[in-house]
């Protein structure tokens, strides 16, 4: 009788551990599911960041491009003001570093060279 009472014992334990592991293993399973779905979140967001920054980087080398384009289009404006037969507004308006000060100092010594382009 006693190793009858023994044995119900041990079979209600394993009986009780079976549904906890069962539980648990649920509870895992369900775990797993919750951080997938984060971690599809986040690699989401991140795309979305990622491509944020990438047309972030566009639009900066466009207004790059736009700012060379306006230096450019200056020292041309300066180099024809520079060269044209109004040489006292092309002295005026032409960038005063040395190189090219000592330019316009020798194109106004030389009255025969009045126009370059």
């Known amino acids: 009788m ?10 209600l334990q394993i ?14 399973a369900l775990r797993k599911k919750i951080l997938l779905e984060e971690l599809e979140k986040n690699i989401n967001l991140t795309k979305v960041a990622s ?5 972030q980087q566009a639009k900066a080398e466009e207004a790059k491009a736009k700012l060379k384009l306006i230096i ?3 020292k041309l404006l300066d180099s024809k003001l520079c060269n044209s037969q109004n040489l ?6 032409c960038p005063v570093n040395r190189l090219e000060l000592t330019w316009t100092i020798v194109l106004f010594a030389s009255p025969f060279v009045l126009d370059w382009e």
């Not at 009986?15 to 895992?28: C, G």
């Not at 491509?51 to 047309?55: H, M, N, T």
């Open 15 to 28: 009986e009780r551990d079976a549904e906890l592991h069962a539980a648990l293993m649920e509870e895992s």
């Open 2 to 11: 006693e190793l009858d009472y023994r044995q119900q014992k041990a079979d």
């Open 72 to 74: 450019l289009k200056s």
């Open 88 to 93: 006292v507004l092309g002295f005026i308006l």
């Open 51 to 55: 491509l944020a920054v990438e047309e």
